[in-house]
């Protein structure tokens, strides 16, 4: 399972759980039909939770940056292709930084 779905279902299941407590809510009286009030926040977060979950799972939507949807290969193979060009980076600027230094030295010998 991806990163996406498990935390797609994750906010459904809280979305759910906030229209199960919206519901209790509103047989027993403590959340009124008043949109202006403040008890109405609950069943919009349900919506949101609920909407956010689904677009997460489909691979879309704002929380996809922190959860991917890809595989566990595909992140492994992503991630050991971005630590081998930090390597390469890291000897490469190693390399510029020795060469600068012969170069200083070979102009301070010369001096």
Sequence with gaps: MTPSIKAGRILIGCGSGLVFATGLAMISGVITTDISSVSSLIPLAAIVFLLI??????????????FPNEISTEV???????????????KMGGAWAKLEATVLDKKIEEE
């Design 76 to 90: 492994i193979a992503r991630i050991e292709k971005e630590v081998d060009e930090r390597e390469k980076e890291g």
């Design 53 to 66: 979950g689904w677009l997460t799972i489909s691979g879309k939507g704002p929380l996809i940056a922190w």
